[in-house]
Nanobody, 117 residues
Framework: QVQLVESGGGAAQAGGSLRLSCAVS????????MGWFRQGPGREREFVAT??????RASYRDSVQGRFTVSREKDTMYLQMDSLKPEDTGVYYC????????????WGQGTQVTVSS
């Protein structure tokens, strides 16, 4: 099984930045589709970004496009969050979708991000 562990969450002011990490281990995952999701207070979990582990291609939710960037180095995927807004507040999760890439089967425990106005 693949294990995912998020870290890097914390508090930031509006306009500030945070960098989240997702450490991946356990099995081969070179061809996995990766994802970042978040769940704000009183809200349902929502898609933030997807990322192909081997190809380095990313896709973003419209509301974070241009502000968030996904990258990878070794066995860690990152979510760089710039120009943070209060509505970015929530618990952020990384996830992995193994072939045939039909659903996200593996999830981390989440890391809290709080953005104050």
């Amino acid at each position: 099984q693949v294990q995912l562990v998020e870290s890097g969450g914390g508090a930031a002011q509006a306009g500030g930045s945070l960098r989240l990490s997702c450490a991946v281990s356990g099995r081969t995952f070179v061809n996995y589709r990766m994802g970042w999701f978040r769940q704000g207070p009183g809200r349902e979990r929502e898609f933030v970004a997807t990322y192909t582990w081997s190809g380095g291609r990313a896709s973003y939710r419209d509301s974070v496009q241009g502000r968030f960037t996904v990258s990878r180095e070794k066995d860690t995927m990152y979510l760089q969050m710039d120009s943070l807004k209060p509505e970015d507040t929530g618990v952020y999760y990384c996830a992995a979708d193994d072939p045939p890439w039909n659903s996200f089967d593996y999830w981390g425990q989440g890391t809290q991000v709080t953005v104050s106005s």
